[in-house]
Structures are given as structure tokens and as C-alpha cells.
């Protein structure tokens, strides 16, 4: 076990988990027994369960946006922050997740032991490219995951707007930012679009097509995990700040108690 107090975890089918500057990267996997009960997680599944496989029913109950068993979900996340691998001495907890599964994500850290709060994926990947995201003038993403992609609008300290794309190609890319900048102020919708999109995850040639269907320069950064580590540590002051306030302290975190920042 490590002294360092805070953890944060972007969940999906490979959940990211930081302990303090540490990233470790770990599968979505729970060894359920005959019983039901949840046995062995993650990285340890494969060689807890070798051998006796007859014995395991192996579950992935979790992607980014969604979960089909929260029970599983909640003894995963449980297992991560306190007893897997490298595990802190942890006394609060902050979920790293996309804007449309925020309430899901709210609902999981509201049942976790300890202070747990929630941060946008958009505002942390805007941090980790070096964007002012305190600024008035808004940014345009694209965050493509292993599970999914969404397409978002940052300014201000928010996500002003958010739209879940139907798969990362191009073309569901494009539509879900069309339908997005349909939804924005026109003002607004011009800003983001003069400026560009930058986009994480996404392969070059993905990159260019997508420009091609939005007639918009598009900067790809193609590795997520160094963008969110990045995005991580830039907020880290606003991170342990929000702790130590009361749950009436506005700010990028959302808490159980306040409205969680929504698409709009």
C-alpha cells in the first residue's frame, strides 16, 4: 500500500486508475462464484481461476457508459481502490467519466465508502492538451475510447454541450457533431467550429476524413491515457481543494449533494 490519499479512476473495458502520478491500467473482469458472490478481480482473474474454470462465471459489468450488474460494479471499484495492486491508502475518490454517464457514475460513487466526487472526461482531456478551459471562448473534442466516442463543447469550466457518438468512424463522428452544433448557440456553434476540433484516440486517417466531412482543421493527440494523466495533474489543486471545502464549493467536481454539471 502506497500514503498517497486521493485515487482517481476512468472506468471502462480498460479502467484507468491513478494513484497519485502512478497509472496502472486494469481489465473490467470479475470471477463470479456459484454462489454469485464476487471472488477475484481484474488482472487477477486469469490466474486465480486457472484450472477452474467450471467453478467462475467471468463477467465484464461495466463499460464507461454503463453497467449491467451494479453490485459487480460497486465490488470492482471497491477491489480497485483499496486492494488491488499498487492500491492507496485511500481517503477520497474521483471518477473520471464521459459527460452522458455522469448520473450513472454518481449513483456508483454515492454507494463507495469514503468522499467521492465525479469529473467530466471532456474538461480533464481539454487540461491534459493545454487548453484554458476558464476561458469564455469554447473548445470542440473528440474523445474516442475503446468503448465508444463522444464529441463535446468546453467553456467556462463546463461541458456546454455533449452528444454520444454511435461508433468511432468518421462518419458516426460527424454525424453525432452535426447533431451537437444543432443544439448549440449559433454564436456559440461558430466559435467552436472556427476553432477547430482536437481529438484523442482517434487514428490519422480517421482524422482526416472526419475534417474532410466537417470542413474543420481536426489535432489529433493518440494517446489517451498520457492526455487524461496530464489533464489529471494540471487539476490536481482544484482536485484536493474540493475536498477539503464543503459541498457547497461550485466548481469543475461534482459531489453528490450539488447538480451535477450537465450538456447544457
Known amino acids: 500500500m502506497v500514503r498517497e490519499r486521493l485515487v482517481v479512476v476512468a472506468p471502462g473495458p480498460d479502467t484507468f486508475r491513478w494513484v497519485g502520478r502512478d497509472l496502472s491500467i486494469h481489465p473490467a473482469l470479475v470471477a463470479v462464484d456459484r454462489a454469485g458472490r464476487p471472488r477475484f478481480f481484474g488482472e487477477e482473474v486469469l490466474s486465480s481461476v486457472a484450472g477452474q474454470w467450471g467453478d467462475y462465471e467471468l463477467v465484464s459489468p461495466f463499460s464507461s457508459v454503463e453497467s449491467s450488474s451494479m453490485e459487480l460494479t460497486l465490488a470492482y471499484m471497491s477491489w480497485l481502490v483499496t486492494e488491488a495492486p499498487h492500491a492507496a491508502r485511500r481517503k477520497a475518490t474521483v471518477l473520471l467519466v464521459p459527460t452522458g454517464a455522469q448520473f450513472l457514475w454518481r449513483r456508483v460513487g454515492d454507494r463507495l465508502p469514503g468522499e467521492t466526487a465525479v469529473l467530466l472526461r471532456p474538461v480533464t482531456m481539454a487540461m491534459g492538451l493545454g487548453l484554458d478551459v476558464d476561458a469564455s471562448s469554447p473548445h470542440f473534442l473528440l474523445d474516442v475510447r475503446a468503448d465508444g466516442a463522444e464529441v463535446s463543447v468546453?467553456?467556462?469550466?463546463?461541458?456546454?454541450?455533449?452528444?454520444?457518438?454511435?461508433?468511432?468512424?468518421?462518419?458516426?463522428?460527424?454525424?453525432?457533431?452535426?447533431?451537437?452544433?444543432?443544439?448549440?448557440?449559433?454564436?456559440?456553434?461558430?466559435?467552436?467550429?472556427?476553432?477547430?476540433?482536437?481529438?484523442?484516440?482517434?487514428?490519422?486517417?480517421?482524422?482526416?476524413?472526419?475534417?474532410?466531412?466537417?470542413?474543420?482543421?481536426?489535432?489529433?493527440?493518440?494517446?489517451?491515457?498520457?492526455?487524461?494523466?496530464?489533464?489529471?495533474?494540471?487539476?490536481?489543486?482544484?482536485?484536493?481543494?474540493?475536498?477539503?471545502?464543503?459541498?457547497?464549493?461550485?466548481?469543475?467536481?461534482?459531489?453528490?449533494?450539488?447538480?451535477?454539471?450537465g450538456a447544457g
Not at 202 to 225: M, S
Open 154 to 261: 468546453v467553456c467556462e469550466s463546463r461541458v456546454v454541450g455533449a452528444q454520444e457518438a454511435a461508433g468511432p468512424s468518421p462518419e458516426a463522428l460527424a454525424e453525432a457533431a452535426l447533431q451537437l452544433f444543432g443544439e448549440l448557440d449559433p454564436d456559440l456553434e461558430y466559435e467552436a467550429r472556427n476553432g477547430g476540433a482536437h481529438a484523442m484516440g482517434l487514428a490519422a486517417e480517421d482524422a482526416q476524413t472526419l475534417a474532410g466531412l466537417l470542413g474543420l482543421t481536426i489535432r489529433v493527440a493518440t494517446q489517451p491515457e498520457r492526455v487524461l494523466a496530464r489533464g489529471v495533474l494540471a487539476d490536481r489543486n482544484l482536485i484536493e481543494t474540493y475536498f477539503r471545502k464543503s459541498r457547497s464549493w461550485t466548481g469543475r467536481l461534482l459531489g453528490g449533494s450539488r447538480r451535477p454539471l
